[in-house]
């Protein structure tokens, strides 16, 4: 529909930014609702973040989203934060507040756990141990929500041991540091394996994973998304695990936002995921 001088403005930061799939299914809900509104790719460099977001209320918008490599850095760029973000350590979702303050969430362990559920019917993150694979943005938010969600204990792999310990005294309950070295033997007993890393992403390095240890009824999941089926994910339906892509976490973390900016709740439908899916396989 057409744009008025009223229109609702959101957007994404990134550098770079041309990855992102955000504004393909923000503008898939701003035409399914007829919102007048637009939301939009903007590339904005590490070193300008702070001011980025601070001409956003002097632009008129209502907010935006972050990526890469800014979601950890917009922690001390916004005027607050909610408890999500806080336990998270980054901020995936901005709103300006009718005063002028920039407020900062993290929508990334809901959409984790929303994604899990609309896959699996009846997901228990108390069901048994948990393998996170990563130390970043995203394990933290997804090892908060599993937490939170009742899980038992969480079994932190990482390259780097110190980082994975700092995240396990910062957000309490039952983590344990693994060594890269000892991933696979971590994978003994599991319930859920969670790549968390960028590890099988499309231009990165390939996740050298055995699931030899994984049980079968395992469920796996990879929030890489392009490629939509990952090795691992490959590796895992070859073997009978039932397998959760990225795509649906990165689907539902955007409805928080988008109810936020332009005052609906929108719904993700296998429609809305055809959509995306068919930019990754123009891509």
């Known amino acids: 529909m057409m744009l008025t001088g009223a229109a609702k403005l959101a957007g994404i930061m990134g550098w770079p930014v041309t990855h992102s799939r955000s504004p393909v299914l923000h503008g898939y809900w701003l035409t399914q609702h007829r919102i007048d509104g637009a939301y939009v790719p903007m590339a904005v460099k590490p070193e300008n973040l702070r001011r980025a977001l601070q001409a956003l209320p002097l632009l008129g918008f209502a907010g935006c989203n972050l990526t890469i490599p800014h979601k950890e850095e917009a922690m001390r760029a916004v005027d607050e934060y909610d408890p999500a973000a806080k336990r998270a350590g980054s901020v995936n979702t901005i709103l300006i507040r009718a005063d002028g303050t920039i407020f900062g969430s993290s929508t990334d362990g809901y959409g984790f756990l929303a994604a899990l559920r609309a896959e699996l019917t009846g997901f ?7 393998v996170v694979l990563g130390a970043g943005g995203a394990a933290r938010a997804i090892i908060a929500a599993l937490l939170d969600d009742g899980a038992r204990e969480i079994r932190l792999v ?9 995240l396990a005294k910062t957000l309490g309950g039952e983590i344990r540091g693994v060594a890269w070295e000892a991933r696979a033997k971590a994978l003994e007993g599991a319930s859920l394996l969670v790549n968390a890393t960028s590890l099988g992403m499309e231009g990165q390095p390939r996740l050298e994973l055995p699931l030899d240890a994984l049980p079968r009824d395992a469920v796996v ?9 990952t090795e691992l994910l490959a590796s895992a339906r070859r073997r009978g695990n039932r397998c959760v892509d990225g795509l649906g976490m990165l689907l539902h973390q955007a409805r928080p936002g988008f109810e936020a900016w332009f005052g609906v709740r929108p719904a993700v439908t296998a429609e809305l995921r055809e959509a995306v899916l068919a930019t990754l396989i123009q891509k």
């Open 221 to 229: 999941n990879d929030i890489v998304y392009v490629p939509l089926e």
């Open 158 to 166: 990482n390259r780097t041991p110190e980082r994975a310990s700092k």
């Open 124 to 130: 228990n993150a108390a069901a048994g141990p948990a």
